[in-house]
């Protein structure tokens, strides 16, 4: 199965505070954020503004990863629609925080596998990194995403995946 291409609905942010003096010849570090709900764009969003403070520059890319909803019909009427502007929305929210932060920031949405679709979309953008938040101690909902870390950083072809927590202390998945 592959993912939809994320770059039809690219938005780019560019310049949102970033510090002009970002040479040619200084490489940018870019960072592949997968957020599914509000709440993970600040462990991704903490980590980059951490390596922003010790001199690195970096370009956050924020995916939203939706399921496929097109199979024998799951998706009943404005399904699909409601579940866009859900999607939009919250990446106008995640997009919000970077731009208060002044991070260099792009948006992308795409549907499909979401492990599949998160290593595909850093192999075509080019991503350093692909951060993911860490789990919480004793955290149910967390423990799936742990294996969601696990398998990316197992199937990586490109990336570093790495876990940050709400600090933005960025660490290697744990095996």
Request: include cysteine.
């Amino acid at each position: 199965m592959q993912a939809a291409p994320p770059h039809p609905q690219r938005q780019d942010h560019a310049d949102h505070g970033v510090p002009a003096h970002a040479g040619a010849a200084q490489q940018t570090l870019l960072l592949l954020v997968p957020i599914k709900r509000m709440e993970d764009i600040i462990f991704g969003a903490r980590y980059a503004r951490r390596l922003q403070e010790w001199g690195i520059s970096v370009k956050v890319n924020l995916l939203h990863v939706t399921p496929v909803m097109a199979r024998a019909g799951v998706a009943g009427p404005g399904d699909s629609s409601k579940s866009e502007a859900a999607a939009a929305q919250l990446m106008q929210e995640a997009g919000l925080y970077l731009s208060r932060s002044h991070l260099e920031f792009s948006t992308f949405i795409s549907s499909g596998d979401v492990a599949f679709t998160i290593l595909d979309t850093a192999e075509l953008l080019g991503c350093h990194e692909v951060i993911l938040p860490a789990p919480k101690p004793r955290s149910w909902p967390r423990r799936f995403s742990g294996d969601l870390a696990r398998k990316l950083a197992r199937d990586s072809r490109s990336a570093i995946v790495l876990q940050a927590n709400q600090d933005g202390v960025g660490g290697p998945v744990p095996v």
